[in-house]
């Protein structure tokens, strides 16, 4: 399975403060995605990175993607209390079936 | 526009039973993917469906069934509902097949009871 994992699984943070996921995964994948949910509610695209690509950027956030470490990371900056969701990484492989991630439960503190 | 929509929100079902869920998918969006989405196994894929026809396939038993109408309309069924198939149910639709490496735009689900 290239069923991404983030770490941490919970992270508490203040406003204003960054906050740091991480997404690693098992095999081969051609792109990898960031979405967001807020509590039980349907997920919100974030970024999608292709295999051949390194960095993106949207807003206030940052995806980087290390195909030889086989693993992603999520930045966001300056975040706010509306920050607070859960945020899951999904590898698409030869499939392109996103397949999801447990999660990472974020809460920001305002 | 309008985003992806699901019917009905909520639902409460005995065991045995079925039940039809129905996903309408951003205008011009073809493929049309289903989810399953709960506190211990997370989110599991269903199945996509792309010009009425499914071309994905996730290790479900056959009770789950899907289908895509003309309109890109999807319905997912399931039939002698168990208890472990209470879940939040996510619709997913992206302007074209998965291949093309777009995203997903996920509907608010619905929330299947079985008791």
């Known amino acids: 399975s290239q069923q991404g994992e983030e770490d941490p699984q919970a992270l508490s943070i203040q406003e204003g403060e960054n906050a740091t996921m991480n997404c690693s995964y098992k095999?081969?994948?051609?792109?990898l995605q960031w979405y967001r949910q807020n509590s039980g509610r349907g997920l919100v695209h974030l970024i999608l990175?292709?295999?051949?690509?390194r960095e993106k950027h949207s807003g206030r956030l940052r995806v980087t993607l290390d195909t030889s470490k086989k693993s992603s990371s999520l930045l966001i900056t300056a975040s706010r209390a509306a920050d607070t969701a859960s945020y899951f990484c999904a590898t698409a492989g030869g499939s392109y079936i996103p397949t999801f991630g447990r999660g990472t439960s974020l809460i920001v503190h305002p | 526009k309008a985003g992806v929509t699901q019917t009905p929100r909520y639902l409460i079902k005995t065991r045995g039973q079925q039940v039809t869920l129905s996903c309408s998918p951003i205008?011009?969006?073809?493929?049309v993917s289903w989810y399953q989405q709960t506190p211990g196994q997370g989110l599991q894929f269903l199945f996509e469906?792309?010009?009425?026809?499914?071309?994905n396939k996730g290790n479900f038993p056959g009770r789950f069934s899907g289908r895509q109408f003309s309109n890109s309309r999807s319905e997912m069924n399931v039939s002698t509902l168990e208890l472990g198939d209470s879940a939040l149910y996510l619709c997913?639709?992206?302007?074209?097949?998965?291949?093309?490496?777009?995203?997903?735009?996920f509907g608010s689900g619905t929330r299947l009871t079985v008791v």
């Open positions: 095999t081969s994948i051609n792109n």
């Open positions: 997913a639709s992206s302007l074209v097949h998965l291949q093309e490496g777009y995203g997903y735009t």
């Open positions: 990175i292709r295999s051949n690509e």
């Open positions: 469906y792309f010009s009425e026809t499914q071309r």
């Open positions: 205008s011009g969006h073809r493929s």
